[in-house]
């Protein structure tokens, strides 16, 4: 599964000799605030630029000063907590970093210690658990979240004759074998592909599971029931001969997105906006359902108080003004960030119809699925043991026998993780 260009994901393998260093050295990171500045690092995208702008003219006398850093974003962080020197009063982290952060959290600052539980409670409990650690401490506050859906042409269907209507789409398509029914016909009758590869459908699969391939003791679970399960739809979908097996987000799926090849697609929340970019001639034609087998998140990233910063309650302020939900509804409209706070859904920005999807309400699609998500644990190593799974899948639309295909991703998962660990 590709995720957001904004929050893509860095290398797997990001040296344990780096988490070593830091453990070993005892980081303590000196703070960039003791200048009497206040400083922000983010990546491209993390929220919109008006957010930014206004929280600089609200901050002003604080000196706030945010650093827009692209490219790397983690290992920029992880070296900059090495070096001790420079490190922001406040940074953003990645969804997909924080597992490996919460190893550090000595590096962060625990944030029950300073926002009551009333104010968190407009956060899900899923995604503050994404950041806390197994003694309970919270080392972030979450800026977005990536609730999935499905999202599909409503002319396509309706020529092919299927159900077009939001409502009916989800009906026809609510577990994953009737939406495999549901590709079939729309193949036998369009042509068109149901999803984009294989791996898609395994990532999303595993999305929807409460269970990934490491347990919390650090266990090997990539051969469990859960992960089989999600290869074998995989297999079936592909000998189904509904899945394109082309890259999510290359100019050929830009270009069957555009030519209605494949015109339904699981995404989260932000995958509207990769939609919408790579095809805007097509406005007005795309609806919203709720996803085949079940909600999933992907994406949906944190801010943080490293534990060096000088004035902890003032760098909170600027969280707290950066993922208001007037803030939040403000990002959603401008990079298509899925609000965390579930007081910024009542804001306009939100409820207004999309007229890309025909002026539907999409955003309701998505809090429902925010509502029955699972919580599942992420291990900082489900990255290095999940990568096996997905080469091997693509493998297999090469000739691979895939009961082979599925021994050797095992086989190089468990290596994965011994090395990793």
């Known amino acids: 599964m590709r995720t957001p260009t904004k929050r893509r994901r860095t290398a797997a393998v990001l040296a344990t000799a780096v988490a070593a260093a830091l453990v070993l050295t005892g980081c303590s990171a000196g703070s960039s605030a003791s200048d009497g500045k206040l400083t922000a690092w983010l990546w491209p995208g993390a929220l919109g630029d008006s957010v930014v702008s206004s929280a600089k003219k609200e901050f002003a006398s604080d000196k706030l000063q945010v650093n827009v850093i692209g490219g790397d974003f983690k290992q920029k962080l992880v070296t900059t907590f090495t070096g001790k020197t420079n490190v922001p009063s406040i940074t953003g982290v990645k ?32 995604k503050l658990a994404e950041a ?34 939001p409502a009916a789409v989800a009906a026809a398509t609510s577990t994953w074998d009737e939406y495999f029914a549901f590709g079939k016909q729309l193949k036998a009758k369009t042509g068109a592909s149901l999803e984009v590869s294989m791996g898609d459908v395994f990532s999303w699969s595993m999305a929807q599971a409460d269970s990934g391939f490491v347990s919390k003791s650090g266990k090997f679970t990539g051969d469990s029931a859960t992960v089989k399960e999600a290869w074998d739809r995989a297999v079936t979908a592909e000998k189904a001969g509904i899945v394109a097996n082309i890259e999510d987000g290359s100019p050929d799926w830009a270009s069957a997105v555009n030519q209605g090849k494949i015109p339904t697609v699981i995404g989260a929340a932000w995958h509207a906006g990769d939609i919408k970019s ?10 919203v359902t709720a996803t085949p087998g079940g909600p999933g998140n992907a994406g949906g990233s944190f801010l943080t108080i490293p534990a060096a910063t000088s004035d902890k309650k003032a760098a909170l302020k600027v969280i707290e003004a950066l993922v208001a939900p007037s803030a939040q509804a403000t990002t959603y409209s401008q990079v298509g960030n899925f609000p965390s706070s579930s007081k910024a859904l009542s804001e306009s920005a939100l409820t ?19 509502e029955s998500m699972p919580t599942k644990y992420t291990s900082p190593y489900d990255a290095q043991v999940s990568a096996p799974y997905l080469v091997e899948l693509t493998n297999i639309q090469g000739g691979k026998d895939p009961d ?18």
Do not use: C, H
Request: proline share 6%; charged share 20%; net charge negative.
């Open 352 to 370: 207004e119809g999309d007229s890309f999807f025909g002026g539907q309400d999409t955003v309701s699609v998505f809090q429902k699925s925010i």
């Open 278 to 287: 790579a095809a805007p001639d097509t406005s007005g034609k795309w609806r």
């Open 132 to 165: 806390t650690t197994s003694d309970g401490k919270l080392i972030g506050i979450p800026t977005d979240i990536g609730p999935s859906a499905l999202f599909y042409r409503e002319d396509v269907l309706a020529e092919a004759g299927l159900p077009s209507e």
């Open 404 to 421: 082979q295909a599925w021994n050797d991703a095992v086989k190089a998962a468990k290596s994965a993780l011994e090395s990793a660990q």
């Open 95 to 126: 969804g997909e970093d924080m597992p490996y952060f919460l190893q550090q959290s000595s590096l962060f600052t625990d944030l029950k210690s300073l926002v009551p539980a009333s104010y968190l409670a407009q956060f899900p409990k899923w």
